[in-house]
């Protein structure tokens, strides 16, 4: 009587396989979109941290950044 | 083109760095106070509030929320702004968030020594808690969104989608696993039972760590480490597939922490397939990190930031090949239950979050305060020590895991086992734990001169409340003032509803079955609601944090058939809320502990647990033997536990409840006087601890003779049959 019938759920498998497929469509999806994206967008955006300047005034260069070095 | 001049908000960006630095202290103390209690277990001096079950959770709630979680929102409130070219949406709101989390960390510091806890991993914090994280989290939420809303930057940079991803998917996780219905002020009882509450619980623990460790992180990681290294990002193109598939792998992994236990095999399958391809997206992750820094690595030799951002990149990619590879069912075989999960999730915690932490205080300090960092010697000696530290406390953990994993498996010849007592493989231990305490307090000593440093670091210089820039406003047609369906129309608010998407097919695909598994659980005829007592013993072996040490899970292993008896059964645990099948076997699993002693034993085993087992390193509990049950409490527990499905009868907790728990009292009264154990308060704690521990497991044993009850007899009928 006692056994673990929750190994016998009907049509179980097929969420492993829809699983796996809903993988691959995200990640071909997101693929295709980034290889889709133009190289000044992409420049842009990969340099876009260094964008900001509020803080790089007397930190900005390592050599001298310390007091006690 | 329209030019803004705007000020940055630095004050608060200083007010979440500084409450990082404190609770890394108190965080990181906790941790080694509770590592050394591990091989000196007299060292909570008999007080109740600092034993280790009590201190794990303050420990990992200090450091996961505390520190980590400050940080983050010191991270958060730094870049958003800049990157946002916008100041925080809101500062009532920036200040709602700082002192509502704060108040909540203290909240928590103050409750769960006092042992109000639910027992549920980084969910600890009882329901008025939950409710203010909650309110805290929504303001968090709205102040991120709305700062994206006002932005004027066109692009939303890959650190603000990490950001994103993070504020909805913890929101849907807390309340997802914080579904718990209040018996007191500070008690309640999860809706989801057994089987249900550890999916549930794992749903939110793995991803947890997914979205509050890790993704919130690796935005900080693209915004800091170019910045630090000025450089820009390696590849743009790899952080886009980065973060679409790490978002929508991770959620699915969950189940992966419950490998071989009565969670279904399909379920435990399905965690597994997506742990390991998430080693892709975790890798891809990593690698542009590192990438970054091409041309960049003579800095790393000199710049204390870019050393702390290295081995934080680098642990995050040990820690997330070696999940992955714990993940697969054979590993974790032997790695679960071990210590081998502690030294993975302090990899990731010491070392990615840790250092990742320091490497923006290092980096922020000088430049909020406009001055230099006191002393580069000082911040070497951090990063040294933080590593070495990193070092003793995985590698004899490791060992440790390791080694205790295979004796606990290891037969004879003639086909006994060869550690029959759980204790041999603890004392074999007890060196790494020693070696674990010097790794905790090298790393507490770094943070100790890191903390010095940074203090002298904001002394030597004048704080800059506010940053006064320029930027050109953005066109109106992104995101016009006050049109809710343009902001849904502009690319934040539909980036934002594909997130959700990609983070809910993962949970839905778990919790629809979930329901399908509700509705298939077998109703076992012997399993029955707990008696009055053991709800109240229950509650005390919740409060006390016995599941920091003790499994109630026994895999289907024969070395663990043969030492523990009988694999657990779903069908065992439909009236576990919460579930307490605990992620750690300091010491033994007790899920068929249940009349393997008499009660004297028990009595004599919490009064001081070394008389019974010589060598144990389980602290003494000698107030449960003076403390009374709290009876006031019964009728709302049982209420409460009734509201979220037990099947007590309705106004059972009048009158019945208490003489029931009366009678089975006086029985185990008279069982510890037969054990020459005399004047034992029927109320005292001690006493619903034992109806509970003597319970454990039992009900699948007690069949036919004892316990064939139907679903609608009262649970009053259960004591009579409940005797060791």
Known sequence: ?69 | MKIDTFKYDNGIVRAFAIATVVWALVGFSAGLLAACELFWPGLNAGLQYITFGRLRPLHTNAVIFAFVGNGMFMGIYYSLQRLCKARMFNDKLSWFNFWGWNAIIVAAAITLPLGFTTSKEYAELEWPIDIAIAVVWVAFTINLLGTIRNRREKHLYVAIWFYIATALTVAILHIGNSMEVPAGLFKSYPVYAGVQDALVQWWYGHNAVAFFLTTPFLGLMYYFLPKAANRPVFSYRLSIIHFWSLIFIYIWAGPHHLLYTALPDWAQSLGMAFSVMLVAPSWGGMLNGLLTLRGAWDKVRQDPVLKFMVVAITAYGMATLEGPLLSIKSVNSLSHYTDWTIAHVHTGALGWNGFLTYAMLYWLFPRLWETKLYSLKLANWHFWLGLMGIMFYAIPMYWAGVTQGLMWKEFTPDGFLRYPNFLETVLQLIPMYRLRAIGGTLYLVGACIGTYNLYRTAKSGVFQRETEVQAASLESDTHSAGSGHRWLESKAGWFTVLSVVAVMIGGAVEIVPLYLIKSNVPTLSSVKPYTPLEVLGRDLYIREGCVGCHSQMIRPFRSETERYGEYSKAGEFVFDHPFLWGSKRTGPDLHRQGGKYPDAWHYNHMEDPRSTSPGSIMPPYPWLLTQKLDLKSLPARIRALRKVGVPYPEGYERETALQNLEAQSAKIVANLNFGSISNVPPDAEIIGMIAYLQRLGTDIKSAPQAAVIEDSAAPSDVVVNRNP
């Open chain 1, 1 to 69: 009587m006692i056994k673990n019938v929750l190994t016998n759920l009907g049509g179980i498998g097929l969420y492993g396989v829809v699983s796996v497929c809903l993988f691959f469509t995200v990640f071909n999806v997101a693929l295709v979109f980034a290889l889709l994206k133009k190289r000044a967008f992409l420049t842009h955006m990969s340099a876009l941290p260094l964008a900001d300047d509020t803080h790089s005034g007397p930190c900005s260069e390592l050599k001298g950044n310390f007091r006690h070095e």
